[in-house]
């Protein structure tokens, strides 16, 4: 499904008091915009404002955007946005650390299991700050605002009910990118399968994988249930962001004052999406429970002990996938300061 935000032809004198730009500030150019979810995903609901604003403040800017991987899955966005067939996406930190190992980094057993609060505070600052800084260098694009964390990963099954990581032994289960994924689920003796998120549902119906690493409002926005998902084991492995970003070409090819109009945009548009991401997936859990998913909730103390057991594979993985070791190290001193390590 393709949804097209076109501009309008003129602005109005309320709109030029209000600072808006008119038309003839720049030629008119298009801002094609990749995403892999569907229309009602918290993403795209999200990035929709965003195109709603841009247009406003920029009218001769045509924003365009693809819905459901029409153009390309998320884990070629970065190239997209290299050769210019897309202007922007907004891909899962997961989708690029094969370009940029780093982004792997919000995946690290360090979080795993970790409350809400503390797993957010991490990724916000300097750390964050630094990480924006890598992506941009190694992907040649600029990013324009915070990043929209969808939520906690958890493990959701269609035939076996988890109620410990030892359940997870010989099971094959979906993720969505991202080579520390493998080697956690490798820990708990899981075989982890990668599968782009529209082939999910055929995926998990034909008993291709077992169950799926994603979250509640993921599992909503595709209806997952009817794909055979019947038990969720909310774990919390990682907080799984969505990164802004847009091909470098055409932000520099935009004026200042055009640039300082996208940056406002996303900063509006990821506002509401953060605020209503966490909303949106406490109802979705309770609309999975009312479809018929039965949820378990490991206590806090067996996902501490969990977490302890994978940080053994940490160093390791830092090591292999060419990690810098100096954010690692802030992140485990804050986690240590928190008594999570």
Known sequence: MRFAVLAASAVSCSLLVAGLLPPSALAEEKLRISLETAPNHIRNLTVGRFAEDVMKRVPALKVEIFHSAQLHPDRDVPKALRQGTIEMGVPGAWQIDKIEPNAAIVDLPAFYGLPEDAAHGLLEGEIGRKLNSLFERKLQVKIPGAWLPLGFGNTFTTGKELK????????????????????????????????????????????????????????????????????????????????????????????????????????DAVTWGRANARLREQEAMKLAEEKGIKVFRPRQEDLDTARRALLAIQPDLVRKMGLDPQIVDEIVAELKKAGAV
Request: net charge positive; no cysteine.
């Open 164 to 267: 410990v990581t030892g359940d997870f032994k010989g099971m094959k289960i979906r993720i969505p990118g991202g080579a520390i994924n493998i080697d956690r689920y490798k820990a708990f003796g899981a075989n982890a399968v990668l599968v782009p998120w529209p082939d999910v549902p055929l995926a998990l119906s034909q008993g291709a994988v077992e169950g799926l690493y994603t979250t509640f409002e993921s599992v909503r926005s595709a209806q997952l249930w009817d794909a055979g998902v019947k038990y969720a084991y909310v774990e919390r492995v990682a907080v799984l962001p969505y990164i802004p970003m847009i091909g470098l070409g055409f932000w520099n090819r935009q004026k200042p004052e055009v640039q300082e109009h996208l940056l406002a945009a996303w900063k």
